[in-house]
C-alpha cells in the first residue's frame, strides 16, 4: 500500500490536501494525471447509465439545500456513528471498530489508556446561510447526492414527460465529517459520489433490483475491467439495514487494508424518501398510473458508489509489479477508458532530425486522445514512466520513420509492436481504442 501510496504522489494522481500546511484529515487533491482518471470514471459511469439507456435521465443539485430536506430523509436524527474518547492520549475512535482486549475491556488501541462512554456524533458539516449565525440559518453540506433527485421528483417527470419505470441520475460531491477518516482515499470527509434513483411500481421493485446489482457489477467487470475474483456482493443482514431500505446489497473489493470492503450500495429504498418529503413539505410526490387509474408512490432502487473508492479499486487492482528481461517494471494495467494518456509520443532520441516529425504527430493526435510527448532519458526508461501511469500505447518515431514515413505502435501489456505508416496512425488507433477519443 505504502509503495502505491507514493506512485500515486510521485506521478501526479493524488496529493494531501494544503500539503505545504501539513496537510488535513479526510481531505484529498487530485494531480493533473488524477484528475483525468477520475474524469475518465465519471464519463464511463454516465454514459453507462444515462446516455446509453433511454429510461435514466440526468440531474445536477446543490449542495447546499433546504434543512428541512434532512430532517425528512432522517439524516438530522439518525446520520450518527458512535464515538469513543480516549481520556489520556485524546484520540477519537468509532466505537463499532474497537475489539475488547484479552481481559474483556474497551481500551484505547494507541495507549491503552480509559475511554468515555460511547455517545453519537452526527456525521453532517454544519454551516451558516447569510450573514447572521442562528438557529434559523443553519444549513448543512450534503451527505449524499440522492436527495437532490428525490425532492425533483416531479419536477423531472413533468418536465420529461416520463412513464415508470424511470430513473434520474447524479455525480457530485458529498461531505461527511467522518470520525475516523482514513486507508488514504478510502474513506474521506469530502468525496464525490455517482447515484441512480430508479423509481418503478411497488410490486416491480425486487425484480428491478436483481437487474440493477447484475448491470452495476458488469460495469466494474467488463466496463472498468476490474478483476472478479476481487470483487464480491454482500447482502445487509436485517438488523445492519438502513432505516429507510427493505434489502441492500453492497459490491465489495479485497482491499490490501481489511480485505473485502464496500465499494458500492444497491439499495431497494422502498417509498420511503418520497413518502417522507410528501409528509415534511406537504407536496405529493405521486404518480399517475393509467392502467389501474391510480395515484401511486414509486418504489425506489438505488445504485450508490463513490468515485474515489472506485479510483482507488481500479488503481489498486491494475498494479503489477513485473520482471522482463532480468529488468522490474511497474504497469497499471488500467482500462484504456479510465487511463489518464491514451497515447505517449516518443522519438527515439532528441536527435535533431527527429525531434519535428515526432512534434508532427504529437501534434497530429492530440485532437483526438489525450496524449504526452515525452524526450527526456533513454526510450526504454521513458517505456517504463508510460507503463507506471497505464498509457495503453507509445508511439516511437525513429530514423526510419524519416524514409518510410511509419511510425512504430508498443502495446504497454504485452509489450508487443507494429509498424504504421503515418498516414493511418489516428485511425489505427481509433481501431485499438474504441471510446477512448476526445473529438
Ligand atoms: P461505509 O459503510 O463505508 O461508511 P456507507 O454505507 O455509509 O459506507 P453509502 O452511504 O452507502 O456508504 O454511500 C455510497 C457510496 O459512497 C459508498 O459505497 C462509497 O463508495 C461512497 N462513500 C461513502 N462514504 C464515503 C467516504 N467517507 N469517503 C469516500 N467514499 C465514501
Known sequence: METFVSLCKRRGFVFQSSEIYGGIGGFWDYGPLGVEMKNNIKRSWWRYMVQERDDVVGIETSIIMNP????????????????????????????????????????CPDCGGELTESRMFNLMFQTYVGPVADDASVAYLRPETAQGMFVNFENVLTTMRRKLPFGIAQIGRSFRNEITPGNFIFRDREFEQMEMEYFVLPGADEEAHDMWIEARMRWWTDVLGVRKENLQIREHAKDELSHYSKRTVDIEYDFPFGGFSEIEGIANRTDFDLQAHTKVSGKKLEYYDQESDTHIVPYVIEPAMGIDRCFLTTMIDSYVEEEVRGEKRTVLRLSPQIAPVKVAILPLSRNEQLVPPARKVADMLRPHFMTQYDDAQAIGRRYRRQDEIGTPYCVTIDFDTLEDEAVTIRERDEMTQVRVPIANLAETLREKLPGCYTG
Open 68 to 107: 428541512r430536506v434532512w430532517e425528512a430523509s432522517g439524516h438530522v436524527g439518525t446520520f450518527a456513528d458512535p464515538m469513543v474518547d480516549c481520556k489520556n492520549c485524546k484520540h477519537r475512535f468509532r466505537t463499532d471498530d474497537l475489539r475488547l482486549n484479552d481481559n474483556g475491556e474497551l481500551r
